[in-house]
C-alpha cells in the first residue's frame, strides 16, 4: 500500500505564492502519473495540473502562467508552485499519484491520493 502525505497548504493573500508538495511512501518502481486536483465548497473536483507517463504537462485553462507542478523521483514526490493566487483559487487540493512497484517479484498497481491540503486565499 502506497500511501501519500500532502504539506504546504495554508491562508495567504491575494497575489501570495504557495508551495504544495505530496510524497509517496515505500518503494516505488515507476510513477505512469501525478496530478494535483481542487475541490471548491459547490464546485466539482478540477484537475490543476498534471503529469503523463511520457514526461508531458498540462494545465487547467484557470491555471496556466501561474501554476507550475514539479516531481523529484529520488524522493517520490510532486510539487505544486502556486504564484498570483487569488481568491477563486481556495479550495482542497488533492494529489494523485498512480504507479507500481514489487513485492516479492510480483508487480503491485496503485493509485494513490493524498488527505488534502486548505488553501485559502483571502485578504
Known amino acids: 500500500q502506497v500511501q501519500l502525505v500532502e504539506s504546504g497548504g495554508g491562508l495567504v493573500q491575494p497575489g501570495g505564492s504557495l508551495r504544495l508538495a505530496c510524497a509517496a511512501s515505500g518503494s516505488i518502481s515507476s510513477l505512469n502519473f501525478m496530478g494535483w486536483y481542487r475541490k471548491a465548497p459547490g464546485k466539482q473536483r478540477e484537475l490543476v495540473a498534471m503529469?503523463?507517463?511520457?514526461?508531458?504537462?498540462n494545465y487547467a485553462d484557470s491555471v496556466k502562467g501561474r501554476f507550475t507542478i514539479s516531481r523529484d523521483n529520488a524522493k517520490n514526490t510532486v510539487y505544486l508552485q502556486m504564484n498570483s493566487l487569488a481568491p477563486e483559487d481556495t479550495a482542497v487540493y488533492y494529489c494523485?499519484?498512480?504507479?507500481?512497484?514489487?513485492?516479492?517479484?510480483?508487480?503491485?498497481?496503485?493509485?494513490?491520493w493524498g488527505q488534502g491540503t486548505q488553501v485559502t486565499v483571502s485578504s
Open positions: 494523485q499519484i498512480r504507479g507500481y512497484y514489487y513485492v516479492m517479484y510480483r508487480h503491485n498497481d496503485f493509485d494513490s
Open positions: 503529469f503523463a507517463s511520457v514526461g508531458s504537462t
